[in-house]
């Protein structure tokens, strides 16, 4: 699988947007369609905006977490998974200047990303991808997928819900949210 | 300060190349020249190569150790520092899948990265720069520059010589050093 992953926001692509929201900062020009690109490729023509992100390595988990996490995650491409959803976001410049154990210790004890993350495997299957050191102009810091069957989309609603109200979200600027179909288009 | 610094090697550029070589894997075409360029611009015309790295946060560095580092550590651009050097290193694949603690276990308990380097501030001054997350076709995961006066030059030596001796540098397989002056070209 590539590492880096560009979203194509326009007429075109695999995910139909069902709903596209900013809850904080600017918000992206609505779309109708989705692509998601896997590989290093030149953004295509068309579309009305392109996010790209690059996987990367664990930065915040400790062995038993990743343990945890790989033990119950599942896969991207499940057939019944036909809802998505893309939260880009971008985190203030005070998150940047923090030490690693500052931001572990805003994530993990005092946030639980990684224990609210599991209460909701394998339901959501979600892939991270960074992109604030893919360049100086990137609009986000990171760009979170996931996807999951409609029967859990409601379970998905509490996930995001819960990730919002820990201190780590207090250091979010932007915050953007999109809810995607699987729909090959006509 | 921007983020992004490329250094172009070729004929041009403020630094002569006095010495070059590889200490693992692949080397680098032998230049003259490196031209070090501050800002997110493409790839200039000519030049044998050029390589990339944006300046990032501290992944490993604990609140204590950065506030050590940063007592005593000295800018850039110094005009007695007339000496450089160039290290461009690429981690093994193992290495991008350790946790975060394996990670910072290595590198300082056990490698005393931090320890090492404040033993040579503020006689030598340093920027890290990362490319692994910059794309999926980088050569390299860090640029490190250094910059320094010549009567301090063999303390420099002194200094590389302890970081590869560590265990850290167990996971470089790809280890190229350029020495510098700088030197105006005619």
Redesign the interface.
């Known amino acids: 699988m590539?590492?880096?992953v560009q979203f194509v926001g326009g007429a075109r692509g695999e995910w139909r947007v069902v709903q596209q929201r900013s809850l904080a900062g600017a918000a992206l020009p609505a779309v109708e369609r989705v692509a998601l690109l896997r590989?290093?490729t030149p953004r295509p023509d068309g579309g009305a905006w392109s996010l790209r992100g690059?996987g990367?390595?664990?930065?915040?988990?400790?062995?038993t977490e990743?343990t945890a996490l790989r033990a119950r995650q599942a896969a991207l491409g499940r057939p019944q998974a036909s809802c998505a959803a893309l939260i880009p976001i971008r985190k203030r410049a005070q998150w940047?200047?923090?030490?690693?154990?500052?931001r572990?210790e805003i994530i993990e004890p005092r946030s639980g990303h990684v224990r609210i993350g599991l209460e909701y495997l394998p339901q959501v299957a979600r892939e991270l991808l960074?992109c604030?050191?893919?360049?100086?102009?990137e609009p986000f810091d990171f760009l979170t997928w996931f996807e999951f069957a409609p029967e859990h989309e409601s379970a998905f609603d509490r996930l995001l819900q819960a990730l919002r109200a820990t201190p780590e979200w207090d250091y979010v600027e932007r915050d953007v949210e999109l809810r995607l179909r699987r729909e090959r288009s006509a």
């Open positions: 590539s590492r880096m590989g290093d690059i990367s390595y664990d930065r915040y988990l400790h062995t990743r940047w200047q923090l030490t690693q154990e500052e572990r960074h604030h050191d893919l360049g100086e102009q």
